[in-house]
């Protein structure tokens, strides 16, 4: 057969899709928006991930944290001196941190203490950070610094768990680009955010240890357990780990939501794919009547199927596309960011995996055209004279 | 190609639903021979296998038992695409029904064979309008098959059926549905062909057309057998 | 024009689409490597664990950081947040030695 035959039989097969315009845009409708929905979540978590990896690269290799009574609690800082000395520890330095609820815009932000400075070529820091020892001063990030309207100059009360007000000038906002790693953040020196908390001296919120070989690190890990069977060390390579399985929960979440829409269309193609009406059984009997192939027949479902699944697919993955990458996946954002009253804009750089686009469309084309073809099967393999004796 | 034989059965029997309970015999031991340029009738009342015998000749299925010969070839063991194929370059069919693909306008209608066939739309367009002239139907060739009339119907049907300019013209009871002014034209729009040198085969229990003057040929049946062949 | 052409005519323009997207994937990935090292610099002076993406607990704010032992608190079944905090998985307990399994009679 010539290229001339099979475009024949696509223009005849739109012609006829054409015929059921009603029903066939709905269809192409329906699927769009399964695709437009799969795809997003696609998008969305892939480029969570890799942003997260990319972003988390420069955590610690190991924090120490220390449980009582089944809760994380505050750890002396001096045991950083035991464990300065396991061989492969190459520094150890406290944390304090902490979450402060500000009633006043019932937000939670993030408190941490400075310890190092940034580079000074570091664009997405407006102004400075604290110095490790200073006071009376804040760097904040974008959200805390929109919820509370502040800028370089500007001045933020807290209050302490003492009961009394302290007062902080903010020396540095952190940069809208910054907002998936710093939106909630408060960074003051170390001398005030163990006053803020009241935390007793000597005492750490956790330790950050860092190796000098981090394939040691579980081995590290295994030992400092073993000298403070009270300590919980946690890997870098776990909070990897947890970020690569966050994102499958979360779009198991939305799958959820739409799994109704989901399952709407599997109904509906199987209804329409499966149940050849007799009206289109008829038509298939016509034209063997009146010289098709079984193999035409075959071809034009073919065609058929092909041109719904594969404009549905386009059309989705292009949507899916301009709403995670231009609008910031808004259609899920209220689930994703759930009660938080500071949250990060989705501005995720578009990492795109063509292996996971690949297998949204090897999922979602090819059974729908098998789904159209199998059917009508047995309606063109049937004798022509069955349409001639009516 | 004896005496000019373009189809010719030998013994032929058609079975439908084979082995189950609702078997029907519709054919049995049917032999005949259809010249090049006969027009042929098939004559007998509704169920005496005529319709049958029809689409036998038409290639529309195969035989349970016997062999049909079209221009001297065995057909009756032939894989399905070769039956098509001959289906396609020998046989016009024009169905009792009509069987016009709905929603579709005349014209393409008419263009439907040819589609799968590769022939080119522009020239397949110009055939299409040429045959719809000859039978007065070309100021309805944009029409929806639907709305027209059971006559004019047919009429695409007809252009249908020769738009692969077949050797063989069947029709099926083509006037059940007509008034007898129709009927007639449509035996004129068969004689025409009839003169063009078309074999022309039309299963029919109407006297307009098994009394028609051209008829060179009546096969008469009943309960699936020949019973009478008359030759003029 | 032919129908088929129109069709076709439509995916290339899908296609082309899909390409003009795929390359300003490229230029915005590119300017985000860029930016990710200023980002990861910032991760390493703060000494940071997480993402801030919700805050609406303390175990979705810093979900690498959760005490794992706490009662109704992570897990099983920490729905005590809906929903952000029933899509946070459980911690990984790997790095605790082997896992606790309660043998049934």
Sequence with gaps: MSLNSHLNVLDFTLLSLLRRKFKNFGIILVFTFIVFITGSILFLSYSFKREALLILKGSPELIVQRMSAGRHELIPADISKEILKIPGVSGVEPRYWGYYYDPLVKANYTILASSETLPANNHLLQGRLPGPEDKGVAAVGRGVAKARFLDIGSSISLLSSG??????????????????????????????????????????????????????????????????????????????????????????????????????????????????????????????????????????????????????????????YIHVYFFGASVFAPALKGWSVIYPDFRLAPFIDPYQIAMLMALTVIPYIASTIIPSWKAAITDPDEVVRG | ????????????????????????????????????????????????????????????????????????????????????????????????????????????????????????????????????????????????????????????????????????????EPTAHLDTALSRDFMNTMKELWEKGKTVI???????VFENESAGLVVEMRDGAVKNITRK | MRRSTVFGLFVLLCV???????????IRVSRFLVQSRDLSGITAALKLTDISFSDDARYTRNPSQADIFSAFQDYPGSIEHFPSGSVTPPPDFSSLGAPITVKRR
């Design chain 1, 163 to 320: 009961g009394d007000a302290m007062d902080f000038d903010v020396v540095g906002v952190f940069e809208t680009e910054s907002e998936l790693l710093t939106a909630d953040l408060i960074v003051l020196g170390q001398p005030d955010v163990v006053r803020l908390f009241r935390m007793p001296a000597g005492m750490a919120t956790d330790l950050a240890v860092s190796v000098t070989n981090e394939t040691e690190a579980p081995v590290i890990a295994g030992k400092i357990r073993y000298i403070f069977p009270d300590t919980r060390p946690i890997l870098r390579k776990e909070i990897v780990r947890t970020y690569d399985a966050v994102f499958g929960w979360r779009s198991g979440l939305i799958l959820t939501l739409f799994a109704g829409a989901l399952v709407a269309f599997i109904i509906l193609a199987w209804d329409k794919a499966t149940g050849l009406s007799a009206e289109e059984k008829k038509e298939i009997g016509i034209l063997k009547a009146i010289g098709w192939e079984t193999s035409d027949i075959i071809e034009m479902k073919f065609w058929e199927g092909l041109v719904i699944s594969l404009s549905s697919f386009l059309l989705g993955i292009i949507l899916a």
């Design chain 3, 16 to 26: 082309c689409c899909l390409a003009a997207l795929g390359v300003t994937s490229e």
């Design chain 2, 1 to 172: 190609m004896d005496n000019g034989i373009i189809i010719r059965t030998e013994n032929l029997t058609k079975y439908y639903n084979k082995g189950k309970a609702n078997e029907v015999l519709a054919t049995s031991g049917v032999s005949v021979g259809i010249r090049r340029g006969d027009f042929a009738i098939l004559k007998g009342p509704s169920g005496s296998g005529k319709t049958t015998l029809l689409s036998l000749l038409g290639c529309m299925t195969r035989p349970t038992s016997g062999s049909i010969m079209v221009e001297g070839r065995d057909i009756s063991h032939l894989p399905e695409r070769f039956l098509t194929e001959i289906r396609r370059s020998t046989c016009g069919f024009i169905f009792q029904q009509f069987h016009l693909i709905q929603g579709m306008s005349v014209l393409q209608n008419v263009m439907l064979p040819l589609y799968p066939t590769g022939a080119d739309l522009t020239k397949l367009r110009k055939k299409a309008e040429g045959l719809l002239e000859g039978l007065g139907m070309l100021k309805r060739r944009d029409f929806p098959v639907q709305g027209l009339s059971g006559g004019e119907q047919q009429r695409t049907a007809i252009a249908r059926a020769l738009i692969n300019d077949p050797e063989i013209v069947l029709a099926d």
């Design chain 2, 202 to 208: 039309i299963a029919s229990h109407d006297p307009i």
